[in-house]
């Protein structure tokens, strides 16, 4: 059991029978009346967001996630298949538990599955990821403005900016949690 007064970003508690996870809070003294704590929660299994206040003294049980890393193997439609690369056994996804990740990920790529009680429910990618950029206009020899950037095109399809010297078919570092550009490769 945790108690409301510990709530921390990240933490899974269950509410009412489903599984939330904890996206901010904050700690409130009023200077009339009794301290509390506001939340804004995320439930884990349909993505919905709930604000809620709760009294620093309320208990909930902690919901336990396991993770495992899995192998992103095609996409078929609308279903994206995963591997356990210890038991070779196959996992397919809807595009809703992958939504995230989608942006960042290739085939053959290693990712982290969330599970709750043995039902996986998202899909992470690594922090950091090296893909090519497909398109990009060419960077203008003596625009050397501090800073200055341009829209380019990954192989997975996400957008993203880079630097003028960055040209296409060029391998670079991207922030999976940010989704900004962070080095060539």
Same mark, same amino acid.
């Given at each position: 059991m945790i108690m409301a007064g510990d709530f921390r970003k990240g933490v899974t508690v269950e509410?009412?029978?489903q599984v939330w996870s904890i996206t901010d809070f904050?700690?409130?003294? &009023?200077?009339?009346? =009794? @301290?509390?704590?506001?939340?804004? $929660?995320?439930?884990?299994? !349909?993505?919905?967001?709930?604000?809620?206040?709760?009294?620093?003294?309320?208990?909930y049980?902690?919901?336990?996630?396991?993770?495992?890393?899995?192998?992103?193997?095609?996409?078929?439609?609308?279903?994206?298949y995963f591997?356990?690369?210890?038991?070779?056994?196959?996992?397919?996804?809807?595009?809703?538990?992958?939504?995230?990740?989608?942006?960042?990920i290739?085939?053959?790529?290693?990712?982290t599955v969330r599970f709750?009680?043995?039902? &996986?429910?998202?899909? =992470? @990618?690594p922090n950091?990821?090296? $893909?090519?950029?497909?398109? !990009?206009e060419p960077g203008v020899r003596g625009d050397t403005a501090t800073n200055t950037t341009k829209p380019a095109t990954l192989e997975t399809g996400y957008q993203l900016n880079v630097p003028l010297f960055?040209?296409?078919g060029d391998r670079i570092r991207v922030d999976t949690r940010t989704g900004e550009y962070m080095s060539r490769v």
């Open positions: 509410i009412d029978g904050q700690h409130v003294k &009023p200077g009339k009346g =009794a @301290a509390f704590v506001r939340t804004k $929660l995320k439930n884990v299994m !349909t993505g919905a967001v709930l604000e809620r206040t709760f009294n620093p003294t309320d208990k049980p902690k919901a336990h996630i396991e993770t495992k890393e899995m192998q992103y193997l095609y996409a078929d439609g609308e279903l994206y591997m356990d690369t210890e038991s070779y056994e196959q996992l397919a996804l809807n595009a809703d538990q992958v939504e995230e990740a989608l942006n960042f290739v085939e053959n790529e290693t990712v709750y009680k043995g039902t &996986p429910f998202s899909v =992470a @990618a950091f990821v090296e $893909l090519t950029v497909t398109a !990009t960055v040209n296409e």
